[in-house]
């Protein structure tokens, strides 16, 4: 696995990333989740060690640098046009390939892999974003890496472009490698990702699995409608439950359907809508950053 260990940068008096340790396992896709402002790019880096910093990242116990061909070890996505402008796509994933001594013949393999091939002897300087993602993500995957390190690899992606990538994460984890992907899709996210890392101005905030994440939201639970919502909602109140106001109802965490709907009866209130709410990822993501915005806007204008 990857392990990421008290990470820590500052920019002159501000704290990009502060003290922040989590794991990346194989076999799962990990997602990596925050506010615009909160220190993912940062992070990434300095688990790459492309910047300095505090802190340690070990994969399979051992520093990146420590390791003669790191790119057969991580395969990385930081900048969609990370390459040459002039230099044909083949004859950029060439110069990587003797440069991470992997063999040639591999670059015709990852070129049809992401959708590329018929494109391979054009200059990538001309690519839109979606086939400059595409042209990174097979850069990434050209030495057979056991981790992917991708960040927002879905920018510029049209529908057809982000379900291919969702396909093609899952099924490279899968196979007994390990994922760590940043993404502002949410409803993305929630269909492709295992484990979920979430942290809000440089900090951790969870580290979970996506299902543990989204069934401690406040919005998982039973929802009911009633028009003596007041008199219901006092019985269930209890030690372990937490009752929410939900669009006209409310959520009541920590009891069952079955529970609401006899409570209901005893007491004799009528019941407009009773079933099992689960809240979506980007529901459970609001909730745990709302205090954690870098950037905040209000809608409306002024009055």
């Known amino acids: ?40 790019s940062t992070t990434m880096r300095l688990m790459l060690g492309l910047d300095n910093g505090e802190g340690m990242t070990l994969f399979d116990g051992k520093k990146l640098s420590e390791y003669s061909q790191p790119s057969q070890v991580v395969g990385i996505l930081l900048e969609a046009k990370a390459f040459h402008p002039t230099r044909t796509a083949r004859n950029h994933l060439r110069v990587l390939a003797a440069a991470g001594g992997i063999a040639e013949s591999r670059v015709d393999e990852v070129l049809e892999l992401v959708g590329l091939e018929t494109v391979a002897k054009k200059k990538p300087g001309k690519f839109s974003l979606g086939m400059s993602q595409r042209l990174g993500i097979a850069a990434a995957i050209l030495g057979e890496p056991k981790y992917l390190m991708l960040d927002e690899p879905a920018n510029g992606l049209d529908p057809e472009g982000i379900a291919w990538l969702r396909k093609f994460i899952k099924a490279y984890a899968a ?56 008199k219901l909602q006092k019985a269930l109140e209890t030690s372990k439950t937490t009752v929410a106001p939900f669009k006209d109802g409310i959520t009541v965490s920590g009891v069952t359907t079955d529970h609401v709907g006899k409570t209901a009866f005893k007491l004799g209130v009528p019941i407009l809508e009773l079933s099992q709410h689960e809240a979506s990822l ?22």
Request: proline share 2%; glycine share 10%; aromatic share 6%.
């Open 1 to 40: 696995m990857i392990i990421a260990k008290d990470l820590s940068k500052s920019y002159r008096k501000k704290k990009a990333v502060d003290d922040l340790s989590f794991t990346v396992e194989t076999v799962k896709v990990t997602g990596f989740l925050g506010p615009n402002g909160a220190g993912k």
């Open 282 to 303: 980007e529901e459970a993501f609001l909730e745990l950053t709302a205090n954690e915005q870098e950037y905040t806007t209000k809608l409306g204008g002024k009055k």
């Open 175 to 230: 196979r007994g490698n390990a994922v760590f992907v940043s993404s502002h899709l949410l409803s993305e996210m929630s269909q492709m990702a295992d484990n979920i890392v979430v942290i809000g101005k440089g900090k951790l905030i969870a580290s979970t699995s996506i299902d543990e994440l989204v069934g401690q939201s406040r919005r998982s639970g039973v929802y009911v409608r009633s028009p003596q919502l007041a």
